[in-house]
């Protein structure tokens, strides 16, 4: 192997990189391969001029393979008019294989008197299927499975380096290989492959979505209680007054909102309760006011003399706020939907504090976590905590999230892959709240769904440990046996396999 001349090397690796580029356009330029692992296709390392490094030692000993694989593709673009691809194929065996008689025959070469190959006379080459065109990367991904399996067989014991550039350099070429994928510990569900995270997220959304709809039909009605209560001094008399065991609801607007403001939030504790299969904590009800317009809230929050002027000052500027120093929520925002959100957003909230010690200094999990279960519950992602300044790309991201239409889930993605990510998780969850942007807050939701459905089992323990005061970085490495980046890759193949 080492006898091999610098410029057959060459040669080969040309051709490689060329076979596993993608099927042929008719403009004569190639379509990327694409896969969910990361594409190598025309960017096959430069050989050193010494001899050859580990990976293209191993191309060149199963170089037989590689051909067989092209020369069995090309007789299947034959007999499927694919005479464009055919004819690329072939041309890459000669690259590799100048006196390969299947493929100089494929060309209609003939031999000249003295042994060279005389060059055919021109045609033209189209690809006439457009159906076996679209079959083309994965047909061939299965004509080089021999060889891509004799490199995965030869890695076994191979210095992670190696492996890893042997992983990726299949994964370019057959991203459907049973073998790559059980290496990746991958599982097959439906015929296709995906994470272990994806196969379980299935089956867990699904429980989630009949959990929530049984909880919120089946949950308590609130019983009457005193019409005339606020906090520390200012009493009133509301127009509805309603309580359960962990939430009591004031407000001048309709009696039908309020209990269902109460039943979501006692539905809210239940289905929480039972996700985690532990004890919930609310320790006593906290008070939701609910009032009709933005003009009644604040002539209510002006009376709060006791609070600081900066306390009155936050209430008074958003919609939706915390009664400042309590777990109590004021609701003023116009929209009885918003209302209902940012009264379940709290009520989580409160859940994550009481029972987890998990509050403002876990950012991830109080906007992450929180709004997860919130939209599970609620179907809308309405109440943010994070309360970053917004520069001008946040605010137009702010604006999109808040689009009905949008996929949070595809946008974490665009943020999150690629070799220089725009966020990253292990700075994500280091943060505060208030340190977070609106890129932390969308990725810190796709991390806590991603363990939410794909870790169901994981989630309660990685709470009482992030509680308990360990590191998040610490405990998510712990917990799911990989470091930071490592998982960020795991989240972000996730994302593309839950659309």
């Not at 690259?95 to 031999?111: F, I, S, T, V």
């Not at 296709?192 to 308590?220: C, D, F």
Request: proline share 5%.
């Amino acid at each position: 192997m080492r006898g091999m001349t610098h410029e057959r090397t060459r040669l080969a690796a040309c051709a490689l990189a060329l076979a596993i580029s993608g099927p042929a356009r008719g403009d004569g330029q190639s379509c990327e391969l694409t896969s969910s692992f990361r594409s190598i296709a025309g960017a096959v390392e430069p050989i050193a001029l010494g001899g050859l490094d580990a990976l293209s030692e191993l191309r060149a000993a199963h170089r037989d393979l590689f051909i067989r694989g092209l020369l069995d593709l090309a007789a299947w673009c034959t007999e499927n008019e694919l005479y464009l691809e055919r004819d690329n194929l072939y041309r890459q065996v000669i690259e590799m294989e100048p006196d390969n008689l299947d493929a100089r025959k494929g060309l209609r070469y003939a031999r000249n008197p003295d042994g060279s190959w005389k060059e055919p006379a021109p045609r033209a080459a189209k690809n006439r299927n457009d159906r076996a065109l679209a079959q083309l990367s994965a047909k061939r991904g299965e004509s080089l499975r021999p060889y891509c399996d004799a490199l995965l067989e030869a890695i076994e014991n191979a210095e992670p380096g190696l492996r890893k550039r042997v992983l990726d350099d299949v994964g370019s070429i057959d991203a459907d290989n049973p073998r790559l994928h059980r290496l990746f510990g991958d599982v097959e569900s439906g015929g296709k492959w995906m994470t272990p995270e994806s196969a379980a997220g299935k089956e867990q959304r699904a429980r989630i979505q009949a959990l929530v709809k049984s909880t919120r039909a089946n949950a308590p009605n609130p019983a009457a209680t005193v019409n005339t209560a606020g906090p520390n001094g200012p009493n009133r008399k509301w127009k509805c007054a309603l309580s359960t065991s962990g939430v009591r609801v004031l407000g001048n607007v309709s009696e039908a909102e309020c209990t269902q403001i109460a039943r979501a939030c006692e539905a809210a504790g239940q289905v929480v309760h039972d996700l985690l299969d532990c004890p919930i904590e609310f320790a006593e009800p906290f008070s939701v006011y609910v009032f009709a317009t933005q003009e009644d809230k604040d002539a209510f929050v002006a009376k709060l003399t006791e609070f600081t002027v900066e306390g009155r000052a936050f209430m008074l500027s958003r919609a939706n706020a915390v009664l400042d120093g309590t777990d109590d929520v004021l609701l003023s925002d116009p929209d009885p939907a918003k209302r209902l959100d940012a009264a379940v957003r709290h009520a989580i909230a409160r859940i994550l504090g009481r029972t987890f010690a998990s509050g403002d200094a876990q950012g991830w999990l109080a906007d992450g976590l929180g709004m997860y279960w919130t939209h599970e519950l609620c179907g809308s992602r309405c109440t943010w905590f994070t309360l970053g300044s917004l520069g001008k790309e946040q605010a137009a991201l702010a604006t999109k999230l808040a689009l009905p239409g949008t996929n949070w889930f595809d946008e974490a993605c665009k943020l999150l892959q690629g070799e220089k990510p725009l966020v990253r998780l292990e700075t994500v969850v280091t943060l505060r709240v208030r340190a977070m942007r609106m890129e932390d807050m969308v990725c810190a939701h796709a991390l806590a769904a991603f363990i939410a459905e794909g870790h169901a089992d994981a989630v309660a323990e990685v709470l009482k440990r992030i509680g308990a005061g360990q590191p998040s970085p610490a405990v998510l490495q712990s917990e799911f046996g990989a470091p930071m980046d490592e998982l960020q890759t795991r989240v972000v193949r996730w994302l593309r396999e839950r659309r």
